[in-house]
């Protein structure tokens, strides 16, 4: 049933830009759900590609849109903002709210140029989820999208009335590359927040000690780097356990092979999940939580594990580096060192004693700084929709 309105009168409106199906369910739901909860009416504007009928759950009205996370075709991506401006002019949102690339670069500027009338404009609100791939190597191809990317971010950013970033390398590389300007309303949130009830506390398995890994088969991710450690951490320790599951998208850029992970899986280094809907029940399995991501936002496959009691190893790199305090609840490994994430592994498996107070210790860390419910009064806070009940947001 709808959440009851908390303001009396018609409802205002917030249109949501996402960045595909399965993100706006699985990363925007309780945000979605606090904003019907102030009395808002909620729409949200998908991708047709990869769309999953899961987002008729969420209770809101949902507009297919035509954008390509991966395409650089400009004639593609302006028939997307064209596309998307006319929806704004349609649905007349007080807030505008866009997170990753596409949707924060062509949504701000869609909003712009769509107007309102009557001296109306939409707020628009970017959420900066991560830099992405281009930002995250130094290949030629790499440094021709950032110079793109860059000037494309300028724009969008000067049109947005609040800039949400969720960790601080972000934040100083947009300062660097000037998309951020000394006027700028910044906004710095724990990610996009974990339920604490969903991905409640179960003590970590021991017997055997898994490692399990959640991502997209990038090279980004450290999908590699992953299988390579299992190898060498399998050929000393026979009973260890490795788990990836890993979905795999050939249209997106520095995609791994799926062979790669099926080769591992064959070879009975480990085993491989193609994708599953609920990562509950694996986390459920899992001894320590691995992410060798080059680069991230705020990694949420982290949080959940953190919530759910797992002890993690993740690279010491922007994002992943905010989940883990060294020795506390984990352990951080340099980016793309295969060997240094192995000897993590070991640790675990010399003194499994780390893998249950190292969990507790995530779980506490996620109950003080990533309860969803205090990430999204800030969000909303931020951007007008909860300014009654929200807490203080803390700007640069």
């Known amino acids: 049933m709808p959440s009851p309105a908390k303001h009396p009168g018609p409802p205002r409106t917030l249109l949501i830009v996402a960045a595909n199906a399965r993100s706006l369910v699985a990363n925007r739901g309780d945000l979605i759900e606090a904003a019907k909860h102030e009395g808002w009416r909620v729409v949200a504007l998908v991708p047709e590609v990869d769309y999953l009928d899961t987002v008729d759950g969420l209770g809101i009205e949902i507009r ?88 494309l971010y300028r724009a969008a950013i000067a049109r947005s009335a609040v800039v949400f970033v969720q960790n601080p390398d972000d934040e100083a590389l947009l300062r660097a590359r000037g998309i951020l300007r000394p006027d700028t309303r910044v906004v710095r949130v724990a990610g996009s927040g974990i339920h604490l009830e969903r991905f409640g506390f179960l003590p970590p398995v021991v017997e055997p000690v898994t490692f399990t890994m959640i991502g997209r088969m990038l090279e980004d991710k450290g999908i590699r780097e992953f299988i390579g450690a299992a190898r060498r951490v399998k050929a000393a320790h026979a009973g260890a356990r490795f788990v990836l599951i890993a979905p795999h998208d050939p249209s997106l850029p520095r995609s791994v092979p799926r062979e790669e992970a099926e080769a591992a899986a064959a070879e009975g280094t480990l085993t491989y999940v193609p994708g599953t809907p609920d990562v509950r029940p694996y986390l459920a399995e899992t001894s320590v939580y691995v992410l060798p991501s080059y680069r991230e936002g705020t990694p949420r496959s982290v949080l959940e594990a953190m919530a759910m009691g797992r002890a993690v190893i993740t690279s010491d790199a922007p994002g992943c580096r905010e989940t883990v305090e060294e020795g506390r609840n984990g352990f951080l490994v340099p980016i793309k060192d295969e060997a240094a994430l192995a000897a993590a592994m070991k640790r675990f498996l010399a003194a499994p004693e780390l893998i249950g107070r190292m969990g507790a210790e995530g779980r506490r860390m996620a109950e003080q700084r990533f309860d969803v419910r205090t990430v999204n009064r800030t969000i909303l806070a931020a951007l007008g929709i909860d300014a009654a009940t929200g807490p203080k947001t803390a700007e640069a």
């Open 64 to 151: 297919r849109i035509r954008l390509a996370r991966a395409s650089l075709n400009p004639l593609e991506d302006l028939r997307s903002a064209v596309e998307i401006a006319r929806h704004v002019r349609r649905e007349r949102p007080e807030v505008v709210f866009g997170y990753s690339a596409k949707p924060v670069i062509y949504g701000a500027i869609a909003t712009a140029l769509a107007g309102l009338g009557s001296g109306k404009q939409a707020r628009f609100g970017a959420m900066i989820t991560g830099m992405g791939y281009a930002f995250s190597t130094d290949s030629l191809r790499s440094r021709l999208v950032q110079g793109v990317m860059v000037r």
